[in-house]
Structure formats: C-alpha cells, structure tokens
C-alpha cells in the first residue's frame, strides 16, 4: 500500500506546500483507553495548539480555497482543538489525536484492511460513491478515497466508517498532513512521536513511513 499512494496533481496545484507523511503500522495490538492513554490526552491538551494558531489558520485558508467553510466544517485539527480535554477513544486513536494536537496538523487513521486497492488524495468528480453519513462530495472538494469510495471528506474533515480504526485493528494506515508554516522536519517530529506511542502500544510492531510532496 504505502509505495503505491499519491496525491493528485490538481491537489498540489491547489496548495503547492502540500505534503503528507505516510506511516504504516503492521501488528498493532489495540485496545480500549487506559491509564496510559489517559495521560497521553491530558499532556496533549495541556500543550495543545490553540485554534488561532498559523498551522489551523492555514487549513481553514485551504478549505475555502476548494469552496468548504471551515466555519461550518472545520479541519479535523481544528475541530479536536476546540473541543479540549480530548474524548477517549482507543489506545491508538488517542495516540494520534494527541499528537495531531500538540503538533498542529491534522492526522488521519484508516484500517489497513478494510481498505479496497490505493488510497489516493484527489479533486472529487462529484460521482464518487460515498457512505450515506458522509453525503456525496461536491465537485472539486478535496477527498481521500480508495477504490470502493470516499474514506474521508473535505481533505480531513470526516472519516467514513468501512475503513476507521477499531479496537480490533491489527494494520494501520497514518496520514500527517502538512502545510506551511508547519516545516518538514517538523513534520517528521510529528511522525517519530507518533511511532514512539505506538510502539509503546505494540512492542513489536512494524512501522514504514513515506513522504509525499
């Protein structure tokens, strides 16, 4: 999967200091919250990003940019932000929220293996099969999707949930997206503290990553 995802070219000509890095984490051993979990979410909200910061501003700008309203719909970062203390979700998905937080960038987790061939971030037709609860996606709205459909809307507003991590994810896909002013090393920051939690997690876990961009 990982060597095979890609960026359309209509994204970046959208927002040229677009780039996402890719993580991939093989023999995850997921569970519900727990007290390390727990901890992970309260120091993340303690130095967490707050909503006026550059990094958030930079997405609700690329939002408008493809005709969203970030106001109504808000990138996922933002919305996690604002709605401190983060909820309790699962080890792995408080694991990503609460680097997504500190760090200032949006992070996207899909189960490896509910996905259906590449997953690829595109310029929607407006066609594209779409989950019921996500709706169809207007032309030109920023999408992820793999080959059955949509897996998330408005570039990372809302995940669908064929392909959204559970306690019963062994395979997962991360996706740290950037744009200026988050610089590239600290994007890759971003991915090392990731990768620390989840090897906390799942000791022997495997995890490959590629930037895109």
């Not at 970030?70 to 998905?93: C, G, H, K």
């Not at 997206?177 to 989840?198: C, N, Q, T, W, Y």
Request: hydrophobic share 40%; net charge negative.
């Amino acid at each position: 999967m990982i060597d095979d995802i890609w960026v359309d070219d209509a994204v970046t000509a959208l927002r040229p200091d677009f780039a996402v890095l890719v993580v991939c984490a093989y023999g995850l051993r997921n569970g519900p919250s727990d007290d390390r979990s727990r901890q992970w979410l309260a120091d993340a909200a303690s130095g967490a990003v707050p909503p006026d910061d550059e990094r958030i501003e930079a997405w609700r700008s690329a939002y408008r940019a493809f005709g969203a309203k970030p106001q109504r719909t808000r990138p996922s970062v933002d919305a996690l932000v604002r709605r401190l203390p983060l909820p309790e979700i699962n080890l792995v998905v408080d694991a990503y929220n609460a680097v997504s937080v500190r760090h200032g960038l949006p992070i996207g987790g899909e189960d490896l293996r509910r996905y259906r061939g590449t997953a690829r971030l595109v310029r929607a037709a407006g066609d594209e099969p779409s989950e019921e609860a996500l709706g169809e996606p207007a032309i030109g709205e920023v999408v992820w999707r793999d080959d059955e459909g949509v897996t998330c809307r408005r570039w990372n507003w809302r995940q669908c949930v064929r392909t959204r991590i559970t306690e019963e994810t062994a395979d997962a896909l991360f996706l740290l997206e950037r744009l200026e002013p988050l610089s590239i090393p600290a994007l890759h920051a971003a991915g090392e503290d990731l990768a620390g939690m989840l090897s906390a997690i799942a000791p022997d876990i495997r995890i490959e990553s590629r930037l895109l961009g």
